[in-house]
């Protein structure tokens, strides 16, 4: 152990993974080592540098030719088997590359086999967790109740409401197929939830007294017609909030 960590109070350390950190004193880290029979033992490296033998050559001896440093390793060119964790790419040559491996290398995002679509990883949706959590509560201060409305939309009710989905029509998903049949009608995947949400409120609000009402969903909605998608930017499916 060196010398030099027992001139502090606490020490960080990583238990086992390099995503958390722990704080410890130092008296509790050297009593917990001697708890386990593992009593270390204390080296001033500073000073066993300081006193490195440096013999000078004795008499009529011709000094030592300093010995050649020893050949440095070639670094390895990237392949499957070397890891890459830092970042190859600098922001202001290409930012389209930077930006992704920020995202993937610091384990916000995983890519998937669907393009537009991306896992959120717990550091990504941990966040997502807070900015949630914190909204949820200043809307509930305003006498908002939260629901649930169904992902999907009929082909009618889409229809109904043309005039208000008519900037969304060429990004509606639709499924048209259950197992090997057609689908009677088409059904669609909401790109936003008035459609769903309304015919409802229309059946709950028959007069004056059932007024005010305060709903709110989070959900995940999905638009598919557009080109580049960028995670956290703009993805074919996201998560929000609609009241």
């Not at 939830?193 to 995940?220: C, F, G, V």
Request: charged share 25%; net charge negative.
């Amino acid at each position: 152990l060196d010398a030099a960590i027992l001139t502090h109070e606490k020490v960080l350390c990583h238990p086992q993974v390099n995503t958390a950190t722990l704080e410890l004193s130092t008296k509790g880290l050297v009593a917990f080592l001697e708890k386990h029979a593992h009593a270390p033992t204390t080296l001033d490296f500073d000073k066993l540098g300081a006193d490195a033998p440096n013999e000078a050559p004795k008499g009529g001896e011709k000094p030592a030719k300093p010995a050649k440093p020893a050949a440095q390793p070639k670094p390895a060119a990237p392949g499957k088997d070397v890891s890459q964790l830092g970042l190859t790419v600098k922001k202001s040559e290409d930012f389209a590359s930077w930006y992704t491996e920020v995202i993937t290398k610091s384990e916000m995002i995983e890519y998937y086999d669907i393009s537009g679509c991306y896992i959120l990883r717990p550091w990504s949706f941990e966040i997502w967790d807070f900015i949630r959590e914190f909204l949820d509560g200043l809307i509930k201060t305003l006498g908002v109740k939260n629901c649930y409305f169904p992902m999907f939309i009929s082909k009618g009710a889409l229809e109904a409401e043309k005039d208000h989905v008519e900037g969304f029509a060429p990004e509606v998903a639709w499924v048209t197929k259950s197992g090997d049949g057609d689908l009677a009608e088409p059904i669609a995947v909401r790109p936003t939830s008035e459609t769903i949400m309304y015919p409802a409120y229309a059946k709950w609000i028959r007069s004056h007294r059932d007024l005010p009402l305060k709903l709110n969903q989070w959900n995940n909605v999905v638009r598919w017609e557009f080109k580049y998608p960028t995670p956290f930017l703009r993805s074919r499916e996201f998560l929000w909030q609609e009241g």
